[in-house]
């Protein structure tokens, strides 16, 4: 979290579930926003073959039969929930700890930051962040956790 802002910061967490990190202040200053969950628009089936290739990793007696399975059980899940979660953000774009320092802001990255066309508006919502009441208050209730607004 300590590089340039707009790189990523990738790191391991609980030893399985690779998170990604868009860092956001100035080198030296630990500050990164986590990106917890990514609708897919395009790519679906490559996102589909990374979920099951990341499911096995680290796993003893990953088999080919485990493998089908994985992917039938993939199958069934609708394609704006296959990168539900950081760890899901990861797996769906085979993202793990070596694209860290990756510019996300560099057109030519192949993992970039893209801004939205000039003619379409996307209404944001805020709500307290979830799964964070250990941290206690005034914490719990800040409203740091962006959504797309829908209707």
């Keep these: 979290m300590y590089g340039p802002p707009g790189h990523a910061y ?3 967490v609980y030893g399985m579930h690779d998170c990604l990190n868009v860092i956001t202040e100035p080198l030296g200053a630990p500050a990164a ?33 485990r493998a089908e399975r994985s992917a039938a ?6 394609d704006d929930r296959l990168a539900a979660g950081p760890g899901l953000v990861t797996a769906a774009f085979g993202i ?29 919502a805020t709500s307290p962040r979830i799964g964070i009441d250990y941290a206690g208050s005034p914490w719990i209730a800040q409203p740091w956790r962006f959504t797309i607004a829908r209707d």
């Design 10 to 12: 990738v790191y391991l």
């Design 73 to 78: 059980r993939l199958a069934r899940i609708p």
């Design 96 to 124: 793990d700890t070596r694209w860290t320092g990756v510019d996300l802001c560099d057109p030519r990255s192949p993992l970039r930051i893209e801004t939205r066309p000039p003619d379409e508006t996307i209404a944001v």
């Design 33 to 65: 926003l986590l990106i917890r969950a990514v609708e897919p628009l395009e790519g679906v089936d490559a996102m589909r073959v990374d979920r099951v290739l990341r499911t096995g990793r680290g796993r003893r007696g990953w088999t080919a039969d």
